[in-house]
């Protein structure tokens, strides 16, 4: 253990600032920057994961481009659902917005199957990560997935009959 420490130390210092500038021109946000940087190396500590010396800045840079694009896919899910409570005509404080958050609490407490809605609490008021939410749910990332993209296309398209 005492050698994979030293490894990853190693490659934390040689490697940390190209890896955080890589993020930066991704995400722009220090904070996310600094957090996907250190997701790759948690990931690399749990997985056990050893580089070859000749790749090992390609695939940390590979790794920390993927986990930016994760982390870009997970703001795209929350603000869609956002993006359901909320019209683009309709200011943030809106009279109707309560009553919209009730609905879309009753049209998620009512979608089939059940376990669509266990996904879609688990993802968005749990923020969960795909992973975690098919590991908690027994399921494939694909499943995990596919089920949210069927709960949003169902809210959007109630709310949708609804305005008309």
């Known amino acids: 253990m005492k050698q994979k420490t030293t490894d990853i130390e ?6 940390y600032e190209r890896m ?3 993020a930066r021109t991704i995400l722009y946000d220090a904070d996310e920057c600094r957090d996907v940087v250190s997701d790759v190396f948690e990931h690399l500590i749990k ?12 695939y940390l840079l590979r790794s920390v481009r993927n986990r930016c694009l994760h982390v870009i896919a997970h703001k795209g899910v929350r603000e869609r659902v956002a993006k ?6 309709e200011t ?12 879309l609490h009753n049209i998620i407490d009512h979608l089939e199957p059940p376990i669509r809605q266990r996904i879609l609490r688990l993802r968005l008021q749990q923020e969960m990560t795909y992973q975690e939410v098919a590991d908690a749910v ?18 959007k398209q109630i709310f949708k009959q609804a305005k008309q």
């Not at 993209?149 to 169902?154: F, G, L, N, V």
């Open 138 to 155: 027994g399921v494939s990332k694909v499943t995990v997935y596919n089920h949210l993209s069927q709960a949003i296309d169902t809210i």
């Open 20 to 22: 955080f500038r890589t």
């Open 47 to 58: 997985e056990s994961t050893v580089l070859l010396p000749d790749t090992e800045e390609a």
């Open 10 to 15: 190693r490659l934390f210092r040689q490697h």
């Open 84 to 89: 359901l409570l909320l019209d683009s005509e």
């Open 92 to 103: 943030l404080l809106s009279d109707h917005d309560d009553e919209r958050l009730d609905r």
